[in-house]
């Protein structure tokens, strides 16, 4: 699937392969600790806000958590 900004579609096939790996070889066989992807997932979500708002893709009540973040106290998402 590609990304939401042609621009972003390598990065999130880079950081896509890098999380499956990760996943794959370490999270599912017990080790939690670590995670080598986030700074490729930093970067793709970068790229991925600047396209949303180039394109002016209404995003109102989006919040953009990422990697690692709880959700917020106030908020109504799962």
């Known amino acids: 699937m590609n ?3 042609e621009a972003c579609t390598d990065m999130k096939r880079e950081y896509d392969q890098c999380f499956n790996r990760w996943f794959a070889e370490k999270f599912l066989k017990g080790d939690s600790s670590g995670d080598p992807c986030t700074d490729l997932f930093k970067c793709y979500q970068q790229c991925v806000q600047k396209a949303i708002k180039e394109k002016e893709i209404p995003i109102k009540g989006l919040e ?4 690692g973040k709880d959700k917020p106290e106030n908020s109504s998402w799962p």
């Open 64 to 67: 953009f958590r990422g990697h």
């Open 3 to 5: 990304s939401v900004g």
